[in-house]
């Protein structure tokens, strides 16, 4: 495959709340660079410090559940797939390979694909990219005594088909954000064409409670409403050594030592 998108194809969708302004106040200001952004949130006043990042507001009813707000906002959306991301995922660094694996989304007819590195491989069934990264395609199971429990479907920063988000969101539509991952949702997205990254050891980075590959490196920075430790690790015990850095500019930055949400 010879021709790839540009970069400044991609659309970047981030899902948020009011209650959540000043996360959301980090994420705008690192995905600032990016040409093609659009914004869910709540009927609110959005300070105009975020309103500038985005050339698009979509305001969905906040009376909806998680579900049917995401459905009600993505029609508004023209393209045919995206990034879309919740505002507590911190865009911290990408590569120009990220276009690769948007052509590669696009002419392989994906529904999804998660941009978290997967340490699961499927041999029968990936996809090689530059003899490095694979692109391995997601199977429901629960509890397999090989391989534990595998979500297919979850709410990572992802490449989404639009017609495939607003199907499952609109299949689901009563279920709210705590809900959303459950296992009726994951048997009906296990029946679509999902993939998630895997990549050599040495193209993996430490981000907290994910594990993201160098293409696309993201910081869940929140977990229960509180922002990531500041001792190294987060809520669940894994490390973000490799942001490390990143994550003390950001709370220096934003002096998040003085914000109400604590940290966890």
């Known amino acids: 495959m010879n021709t790839y998108l540009s970069l400044d194809d991609l659309r970047y969708v981030t899902y948020s709340h ?7 106040q980090i994420h ?5 660079k990016e040409k093609k952004k659009t914004l869910l949130i709540n009927k609110c006043e959005v300070p105009e410090t975020i309103s500038c990042h985005y050339d698009q507001i979509i305001f969905y009813d906040d009376t909806l ?26 865009l911290l660094s990408k590569t120009d390979k990220l276009h690769m694996l948007a052509t590669v989304f696009q002419h392989r007819k ?11 491989r499927n041999v029968s069934d990936f996809i090689n990219i530059n003899y490095e990264y694979e692109l391995v395609r997601q199977h429901y199971f629960k509890n397999h005594p090989k391989m534990g429990t595998n979500y297919v479907y979850n709410v990572n920063p992802s490449i989404w088909k639009k017609q495939a988000l607003l199907e499952t969101m609109k299949e689901f539509h009563n279920l709210g954000y705590r809900e959303i991952e459950q296992e009726a949702v994951q048997k009906f997205c296990s029946k679509k064409n999902f993939y998630e990254i895997h990549c050599p050891n040495q193209k993996i980075r430490h981000a907290g409670h994910f594990l993201c590959s160098d293409i696309f490196v993201f910081l869940h920075i929140t977990h229960g409403g509180k922002f990531l430790p500041k001792d ?4 669940y015990g894994q490390s973000y050594r490799d942001v490390a850095n990143e994550y003390k500019a950001i ?7 003085e914000n109400e949400r604590g940290f966890g």
């Open 18 to 24: 009011s209650d959540y302004l000043d996360v959301l």
């Open 28 to 32: 705008a200001d690192h995905i600032k």
């Open 65 to 90: 559940p998680y579900a049917s707000r995401l459905y009600t906002g993505v029609v508004g959306i023209e393209e045919d797939f995206f990034i879309l991301m919740h505002d507590n995922d911190i």
């Open 110 to 120: 994906m529904d999804r694909l998660d941009l978290k590195h997967t340490p699961l």
């Open 232 to 235: 190294g690790t987060n809520v």
């Open 251 to 257: 709370i220096n930055r934003y002096n998040l030592i």
